[in-house]
């Protein structure tokens, strides 16, 4: 019958971290005080064998109260599962009040488990995918080519030709001549054509600045989750226009984008993982 590690002279009992002295045989509880279902519990969760912790748990009811809480059942499968790893003292035992701190060292451990450092590969993944994405085309239309980053200069250059052009004097007093009748002219389709335009235009400049305050939160050991959702939230609503735009049309969007816009709007997925 196995039973708790005990110090050749019998004075000192392993309970999984350290030597602590034995219990007297008056403070053995009886087999029958044992709950027998919560003892299997917590042997298949440790690992332990079912006898052997029924065996060790009777010497482990640090409180003396007669009844085994389950610290006190993990405290002993911990005794079994985790054999000495230090000699035996070589003074004589402290009186036994002074074991009663020694309880609350498995509890103490716990948290410690839980707090790994998370290196969350995923999302680190998520942010390569994007700089990946911007090397890659955007547009795409027969032998007609543009990366992502090539899309943020040519964009970057027409605003400067745009605001140079504004500066030297152009007569902006043409008149406001637009009525009700044109606004109403303008139908679902071309709005949403015009909003996808604006956001795939843009598209490079937002997944840059998406993937930088990534990088910025990952390098603090936080996860991106908001960010991909709003990553996410900007690709599937020019999705969304592009598709309403799209519709009862002989070409589309869709006919135009290239594999690097797919690659960078996709990796938001990745940045919501929190892994």
Same mark, same amino acid.
């Given at each position: ?27 053995? *509880? ?42 006190? *059942? ?11 790893? +230090? ?19 498995? +509890?103490?451990?716990?948290?410690? *488990? ?36 090539? +899309? ?24 406001? &001549? ?8 303008? &139908? ?13 235009? $843009?598209?490079?400049? !937002? ?46 969007? !869709? ?5 690097? $816009? ?14």
């Amino acid at each position: 019958m196995t039973g708790p590690t005990f110090s050749p002279d019998g004075q000192w009992m392993w309970d999984g971290n350290a030597w602590i002295p034995a219990p007297p045989q008056a403070n053995v *509880l009886p087999q029958a005080s044992l709950n027998q279902t919560q003892i299997s519990t917590v042997a298949n969760n440790a690992g332990v064998p079912v006898n052997q912790l029924s065996n060790t748990a009777p010497y482990f009811d640090q409180n003396r109260d007669g009844i085994l809480q389950n610290t006190e *059942l993990q405290q002993a499968a911990a005794a079994i599962a985790q054999p000495p790893t +230090m000699p035996v003292p070589m003074q004589s035992p402290q009186p036994l009040v002074m074991q009663q701190p020694m309880v609350q060292q498995p +509890m103490m451990q716990q948290p410690i *488990l839980h707090q790994k450092n998370e290196s969350f590969v995923v999302p680190w993944i998520g942010v390569g995918m994007i700089f990946m994405g911007l090397l890659l085309p955007f547009v795409s239309f027969l032998f007609i080519e543009f990366t992502g980053f090539e +899309m943020i200069t040519g964009v970057s250059e027409w605003f400067g030709d745009v605001e140079g052009a504004n500066s030297d004097g152009g007569d902006s007093s043409s008149g406001d &001549d637009t009525t009700a009748d044109d606004i109403d002219d303008i &139908d679902v389709k071309g709005i949403m054509l015009f909003i996808a335009a604006l956001l795939f235009g $843009f598209s490079p400049f !937002f997944y840059i600045i998406s993937a930088v305050i990534s990088i910025i939160v990952l390098l603090k050991k936080k996860s991106p989750n908001y960010m991909g959702q709003i990553h996410l939230t900007y690709a599937g609503l020019f999705f969304l226009c592009a598709i309403i735009s799209s519709s009862d049309s002989l070409m589309s969007f !869709f006919d135009f984008i290239g594999i690097g $816009f797919y690659l960078a709007s996709f990796a938001g997925v990745l940045l919501i993982i929190r892994n």
